[in-house]
């Protein structure tokens, strides 16, 4: 079954310490990114990566970090928690590419984080 | 600037009734693709319909429909005789090539049911 997992589904944590989600696709795409979502601001794109080993920055980047080693992993860590990064957090994986193919993004079911 | 636009943050119709939700949009790509996602309450991303800039036909899925103007830079979703299941939040979004297709979302419409 074509999907996207994420781990973990809700997380409570404290400010700074150090927390990974991990995201893995099983459908070969290319493009990966990770959103986070609050109420009232719809999604916003933290990072994306269009391959193995190019990353980018999305629209809110700041406070995380991101890597692609393999085509189908695409981890979100945050380094030092904070409790504005309370939100609930996407990961995405389609087919886009340069080449002009696009495809609907799957999302994984979510990751529920809370900082206090 | 916003570049897609869900102009109504709720919208609350009783069952059976039709509801339109619109999405307009802005870019100056040729190329770029639009969808809509529904987010029931348990708060996963449910993919509906991609329609790409070349392809202005209508589309009919069941109970719903697409209507996509690039004249006036619109891609509204209507909900024919609407099911209290309907109810979530709708999300249109953008993705063109000059932004290495990410998906530009819109803000949402929270699309309530009652029975």
């Known amino acids: 079954e074509a999907q996207v997992t994420q781990n973990p589904r809700y997380l409570i944590t404290v400010t700074g310490k150090k927390l990974t989600v991990t995201c893995s696709q099983n459908?070969?795409?290319?493009?990966m990114s990770w959103y986070r979502q609050d109420p009232g601001l719809g999604l916003r794109q933290i990072y994306y990566?269009?391959?193995?080993?190019?990353?980018d920055k999305g629209d809110v980047p700041e406070g995380y970090k991101v890597s692609r080693k393999e085509k189908r992993n695409f981890p979100l860590i945050l380094e030092s928690p904070s409790p504005n990064q309370t939100s609930l957090y996407f990961c995405?994986?389609?087919?886009?590419?340069?080449?002009?193919?696009?495809?609907?993004?799957?999302f994984g079911q979510g990751t529920r984080l809370t900082v206090v | 600037a916003q570049k897609v636009t869900q102009a109504q943050t709720e919208i609350s119709v009783v069952e059976k009734e039709d509801v339109t939700l619109d999405c307009v949009y802005e870019?100056?790509?040729?190329?770029?693709?639009l969808f809509w996602y529904k987010q029931p309450p348990s708060g996963e991303l449910v993919f509906l319909i991609r329609?790409?800039?070349?392809d202005e036909q209508n589309e009919i899925s069941g109970r719903y429909s697409w209507n996509f103007q690039k004249s006036t830079s619109s891609f509204n979703f209507t909900i024919t005789a609407s099911q209290v299941v309907d109810s979530a939040v709708y999300f249109c979004?953008?993705?063109?090539?000059?932004?290495?297709?990410?998906?530009?979302w819109g803000a949402g419409t929270k699309l309530i049911i009652k029975p």
């Open positions: 870019t100056r790509d040729t190329t770029y693709y």
């Open positions: 990566s269009m391959n193995v080993e190019v990353t």
């Open positions: 979004a953008l993705s063109e090539a000059r932004s290495n297709y990410q998906l530009i």
């Open positions: 995405a994986s389609s087919l886009s590419s340069q080449g002009g193919q696009v495809t609907e993004a799957f």
């Open positions: 329609r790409n800039s070349f």
């Open positions: 459908m070969n795409h290319e493009y």
